[in-house]
């Protein structure tokens, strides 16, 4: 059973750092690119960045460009999202996803780490 | 940019009826077209991907058919399970962008 598990969602300052974690299991890995998606508060969802299974090739939304990256770790099936500068329009829930390719449809997700950024 | 719009906002139906989504693209994803489902507090779920496609364990009351720019969700007859907010996406070109939903509602 393909399992994801976010982590990392917490409450911190406009201009502040966090790093959300996505644990992986039940399938290979390396055989599939990652995704995160967030959801602001009754909104609808935002594509927010991609990897391939190799790690390389990550791709950003123009609106977390230069703030936020996406790695991921292949001996820990362990994908992240370093995020940094944050601004009040970055709460959301996060979701992790699993792909296909970097410009894939999602096949599975995680069921998400709310982040709040707020004074 | 692509922009997907969804259409109707919402869609205030019984159980047994018949749904129709419609996801219309502002140029061609060709079939590079996802719907999912997300019902309150869940994680989007997919169902159909390359435009038709149902995905693994999807009952088959759920369809999805067009190409090119215009797109449409059926479902053949509601259950009650059904009720909740499905979105379209695609994936043909980069930023991949998703509808604004359409509520299913009761």
């Known amino acids: 059973e393909v399992q994801l598990v976010e982590s990392g969602g917490d409450l911190v300052q406009p201009g502040g750092s966090l790093r959300l974690s996505c644990a992986a299991s039940?399938?290979?890995?390396?055989?599939?690119?990652m995704s995160w998606v967030r959801q602001a508060p009754g909104k609808g969802l935002e594509w927010v960045s991609s990897i391939n299974a190799g790690a390389g090739s990550p791709h950003l939304a123009d609106s977390v460009k230069g703030r936020f990256t996406i790695s991921r770790d292949n001996s820990r099936d362990t994908v992240f999202l370093q995020m940094n500068s944050l601004r009040g329009e970055d709460t959301a829930i996060y979701y992790c996803?699993?792909?296909?390719?970097?410009?894939?449809?999602?096949?599975?997700w995680g069921q998400g780490t709310l982040v709040t950024v707020s004074s | 940019e692509v922009v997907l719009t969804q259409s109707p906002g919402t869609l205030s139906l019984s159980p047994g009826e018949r749904a129709t989504l419609s996801c219309r693209a502002s140029?061609?994803?060709?079939?590079?077209l996802a719907w999912y489902q997300q019902k309150p507090g869940q994680a989007p779920r997919l169902l159909i991907h390359?435009?038709?496609n149902r995905a693994t364990g999807i009952p088959a009351r759920f369809s999805g058919s067009g190409s090119g720019a215009d797109f449409t969700l059926t479902i053949s007859s509601l259950e009650p399970e059904d009720f909740a907010i499905y979105y379209c996406q695609q994936y043909y070109t980069r930023p991949l962008t998703f509808g604004g939903g359409t509520k299913v509602e009761i």
């Open positions: 039940g399938f290979i890995f390396t055989n599939f690119a």
């Open positions: 996803a699993q792909a296909l390719s970097t410009r894939g449809y999602n096949l599975y």
């Open positions: 390359d435009a038709s």
């Open positions: 140029q061609t994803v060709t079939d590079s």
